[in-house]
């Protein structure tokens, strides 16, 4: 098992977790939208994969951006 295998998942993780924190922030939840970028020692595979599993939420609209932020919109579905 080479090194690359064993730390890839816990960048990944990093990442996930500092994007749930921007995400998860009362200014953003608050405006139900958030500006996240890819910092420039997270590989562009896992920001892309990011980005899929958070496009995948249904009430979820990503907006990229020209300076390589992407916007991340969300609605809060109405309790019936």
């Known amino acids: 098992m080479s ?20 995400i998860n922030s009362p200014t953003a939840q608050r405006a139900r939208s958030a500006l996240i970028f890819r910092l420039a020692d997270e590989l562009e595979d896992d920001w892309n994969q990011l980005l899929e599993e958070i496009d995948e939420n249904d009430n979820v609209t990503l907006a990229w951006r ?3 932020g992407v916007q991340v919109f969300w609605t809060v ?3 019936d």
Request: net charge negative.
């Open 66 to 68: 020209d300076d390589g």
């Open 3 to 22: 090194d690359h295998t064993a730390s890839a998942p816990d960048h990944y993780q990093r990442m996930g977790i500092r994007i749930q924190k921007i």
């Open 77 to 79: 579905p109405r309790e």
